[in-house]
C-alpha cells in the first residue's frame, strides 16, 4: 500500500476514459491552473498529445503534464490493453488498432494544432495517426522511438519472441516490464525510485494484465512477410508530410535498443529539426533526464 501511495503522489492528475466503440482509453488531460474548466479551453489553445510505448503508460510522461500543464493544454493516453485502459483478451492488438484508436481519440476530443509527444511504439502509433489527418499536427517531439521497419532487434527482445516460451515470459514471469525498470536506464542517477519503479509496473502486476506487451513485442516484424512492416514502411514514407512542421528530437544515447543509427536515419527526415543528443541518457529518458526534457521542450515551445 505504500508503494501505491508513492507512485500516485507522482501522478496526482485526474483520470479521464473515453469510449471507443466498446473499449475504453484511460487519459489524462491537464491545462492551465487559470483556466476555469479544463473543457472550456479552445481549440486555439497550445495542445499537446504524449503517446507511451511498450511497457509504459501514460505515467511514463508525469513529469511533462506536471511541468507544462500551467501552460499549455497536456494529454497523455494509455493505449487500449495498457496502463489504466481496458483489456480485452479478444482483441486485435497491433500497430494499425493502436493507431486507429488514437486517431479516434484526436477526432473525437476534436484536438488541433497538436504538439506530437512520442516515445518508442508511440512513434509509429503517433505518425500513423497523424498521417489519417495530418492538418491536425503542428509540431513534433520525437524521443527514442523507431520510424520505420526495425534494422536491428537485440537478442534479449528476440528471445521474448518465441513462441509459447516468450509469451510465457512476458505474462507470467513479467520479464519484459520487470527487467526494462533497470535495461532501459542509464543508471546515471542510480537506480529508479520506489515510486517511479512502482509506477512503471503498477497497471502489471498480474499476468492476465500484461497480454498488450506480449502482443506488442510479437507485432515487432522481422520479416516483410509480417503484417506490421508494411504499416512501419508507410509510417516512415508519411514523414515527408510533416518535413515543414517544427521538429525537436531528443535521444538518449545510451539506449541499447533505439541506437544512434536510428535517430540519424530520422533526422534525416527532419532537416530543420532541433536536435538535442542526451549523452547519459538511456531508452527511458524520462527518467534519467527528466527534467531536462521538459525544459528543452518548454524553451522550444516558447521560441
Known amino acids: 500500500m505504500a508503494q501505491f501511495h508513492d507512485w500516485r503522489e507522482e501522478y496526482p492528475f485526474a483520470s479521464r476514459l473515453l469510449d471507443l466503440g466498446g473499449v475504453r482509453m484511460h487519459y489524462v488531460d491537464e491545462g492551465p491552473a487559470l483556466a476555469v474548466k479544463l473543457d472550456e479551453l479552445t481549440n486555439s489553445a497550445e495542445t499537446l498529445l504524449c503517446v507511451h510505448g511498450n511497457p509504459t503508460w501514460s505515467f511514463f510522461y508525469r ?7 500551467n501552460r499549455h493544454r497536456v494529454l497523455a493516453v494509455d493505449h487500449i490493453g495498457c496502463g489504466m485502459s481496458d483489456r480485452p483478451r479478444r482483441y486485435d492488438y497491433c500497430l494499425r488498432t493502436h493507431a486507429d484508436n488514437l486517431s479516434d481519440f484526436i477526432n473525437r476530443l476534436d484536438l488541433r494544432d497538436i504538439t506530437l509527444v512520442v516515445h518508442d511504439w508511440g512513434g509509429p502509433i503517433g505518425v500513423a495517426a497523424a498521417l489519417r489527418d495530418p492538418v491536425r499536427i503542428a509540431r513534433l517531439v520525437i524521443l527514442n522511438t523507431g520510424l520505420f521497419p526495425p534494422t536491428y532487434v537485440p537478442l534479449r527482445i528476440r528471445a521474448m519472441m ?24 542509464s543508471g546515471k542517477c542510480g537506480p529508479l525510485s520506489g515510486a517511479a519503479k512502482a509506477g512503471l509496473l ?29 504499416e512501419l514502411e508507410a509510417v516512415e514514407a508519411g514523414l515527408n508530410t510533416f518535413a515543414d512542421r517544427p521538429a525537436l528530437i531528443l535521444w ?12 540519424d536515419r530520422i533526422a534525416g527526415h527532419f532537416p530543420r529539426a532541433e536536435i538535442h543528443r542526451i549523452e547519459d541518457a538511456g531508452h527511458y529518458l524520462m527518467e534519467d533526464a527528466g527534467e531536462e526534457v521538459v525544459e528543452r521542450i518548454g524553451q522550444w515551445l516558447k521560441r
Open 63 to 69: 513529469k511533462i503534464v506536471a511541468g507544462l500543464r
Open 162 to 185: 518465441t513462441p509459447w516460451i516468450g509469451g510465457w515470459a512476458i505474462e507470467r514471469l513479467n520479464l519484459f516490464a520487470g527487467p526494462a525498470t533497470s535495461m532501459a536506464i
Open 202 to 230: 503498477a497497471p502489471y502486476l498480474i499476468p492476465r494484465r500484461r497480454l498488450a506487451i506480449r502482443r506488442f513485442v510479437a507485432d515487432i516484424p522481422l520479416s516483410p512477410r509480417h503484417r506490421t512492416w508494411p
Open 252 to 263: 538518449g544515447m545510451r539506449d541499447w535498443c533505439f541506437r544512434p543509427q536510428c535517430l
